[in-house]
């Protein structure tokens, strides 16, 4: 489950690495671009891998024994509201008919987005630290 945890992560920080480059561009639509389709399907995946997200980490705290459980399972709130807060700009930018570079940097810019990075940049370093944990007790 940890490696679960931190694939939905990494689809989340690639999207994001990508969207800084895009908004970068200066593009008024991301149709009839290379860069485009390449948004449109990491925005995809990326909220796909967010909507997961939550759960992941949820078994990953049950499946793994993370402690403090009570800590893991505060913070499973907060990541699971701002999954969904992101989740909902990220849906909203895809169900437009075009998607400029300035609606991506508005994007990126958005707290809800930022917290949630925020949330996974602090959740992988801790199943990163899982995993050698039981690295080395197997070791």
């Known amino acids: 489950?940890?490696?679960?945890?931190?694939?939905?992560?990494?689809?989340?920080?690639?999207?994001?690495?990508?969207?800084?480059?895009?908004?970068?561009?200066?593009?008024?639509?991301?149709s009839g671009s290379s860069s485009g389709e390449k948004l449109r399907g990491l925005l995809g995946r990326a909220a796909e891998a967010i909507a997961l997200l939550p759960g992941a980490y949820d078994a990953a705290i049950t499946d793994h024994a993370l402690q403090p459980v009570d800590k893991h399972r505060a913070f499973l709130s907060v990541?699971?509201?701002?999954?969904?807060?992101?989740?909902?700009?990220?849906?909203?930018?895809?169900?437009q008919p075009a998607i400029s570079s300035q609606l991506v940097d508005n994007l990126n810019a958005s707290i809800h987005l930022r917290a949630l990075l925020t949330?996974?940049?602090?959740?992988?370093?801790?199943?990163?630290?899982?995993?050698?944990?039981?690295?080395n007790k197997i070791g």
């Open 79 to 95: 990541l699971a509201r701002d999954a969904g807060d992101a989740l909902a700009a990220m849906a909203l930018v895809l169900a």
């Open 119 to 135: 949330d996974l940049f602090l959740i992988d370093e801790i199943a990163k630290a899982a995993e050698s944990s039981v690295s």
């Open 1 to 30: 489950m940890l490696q679960d945890l931190r694939e939905h992560c990494d689809a989340v920080e690639e999207c994001y690495e990508f969207m800084l480059a895009y908004a970068a561009q200066g593009l008024p639509r991301d």
